[in-house]
T-cell receptor, first 118, second 111 residues
Framework: GAVVSQHPSRVICKSGTSVKIECRSL??????MFWYRQFPKQSLMLMAT?????????EQGVEKDKFLINHASLTLSTLTVTSAHPEDSSFYIC??????????????FGPGTRLTVL | GESVGLHLPTLSVQEGDNSIINCAYS??????FIWYKQESGKGPQFIID?????DKRQGQRVTVLLNKTVKHLSLQIAATQPGDSAVYFC??????????FGKGTRLSVIA
């Protein structure tokens, strides 16, 4: 149980285009999902917290108008990188908490999406 | 603010030897810790967790030790295998706040 999927796993796009990444909790409900970004040989950096039915909370330095987050259901959050540029090339990882497991704060991570902007 | 950090950025171990990865934490009130493993090109995977009412917890080939006195956590991997090569992170879940990761320790297994 507690599987998180991401789609696509890998995407290459041209500079200036927008890319949408989906994050799904497959066998549990997640009122809260998280989006991380990881550059080569670096740690995961939290970008934003996605709350079902409400606006996402962005970390300092992350542009909310560039990284659009939508958490429309208890099993799906999407991250859209708008007007992508080469510096947005990175490994994007989502994570989710099981809403039913009160007191257990374990986050389950997706397999990641490799974005390459040409 | 409180933070979780890793002592060593890299660790090279001969195949078959035991590996020890260390982690220091600063929040003495923390009561739950998790070790994650991240293989190249993949998301972090849960390895093992421990609550503060325990000093030691064992899994399959892995053992986590918690020393609350010095706020130190370690992950021991027995008979290290090539498949253990990855970056290892310790994490400190706290309430509803999202996990914040330290640098991680890269474990390289030498065949």
């Amino acid at each position: 149980g507690a599987v998180v999927s991401q789609h696509p796993s890998r995407v290459i796009c041209k500079s200036g285009t927008s890319v949408k990444i989906e994050c799904r909790s497959l066998d549990f409900q997640a009122t809260t999902m998280f989006w991380y970004r990881q550059f080569p040989k670096q740690s995961l950096m939290l970008m934003a917290t996605s709350n079902e039915g409400s606006k996402a909370t962005y970390e300092q330095g992350v542009e909310k108008d560039k990284f659009l987050i939508n958490h429309a259901s208890l099993t799906l959050s999407t991250l859209t990188v708008t007007s992508a540029h080469p510096e947005d090339s990175s490994f994007y990882i989502c994570s989710a908490r099981d809403s039913r497991r009160e007191g257990y704060n374990e986050q389950f991570f997706g397999p990641g999406t490799r974005l390459t902007v040409l | 603010g409180e933070s979780v950090g890793l002592h060593l950025p890299t660790l090279s171990v001969q195949e078959g030897d035991n590996s020890i990865i260390n982690c220091a934490y600063s929040n003495s009130a923390s009561d739950y810790f998790i070790w994650y493993k991240q293989e190249s090109g993949k998301g972090p995977q849960f390895i093992i967790d421990i609550r503060s009412n325990m000093d030691k917890r064992q899994g399959q080939r892995v053992t986590v030790l918690l020393n609350k006195t010095v706020k130190h956590l370690s992950l021991q991997i027995a008979a290290t295998q090539p498949g253990d090569s990855a970056v290892y992170f310790c994490a400190e879940p706290s309430g509803n706040t999202p996990l914040v990761f330290g640098k991680g320790t890269r474990l390289s297994v030498i065949a």
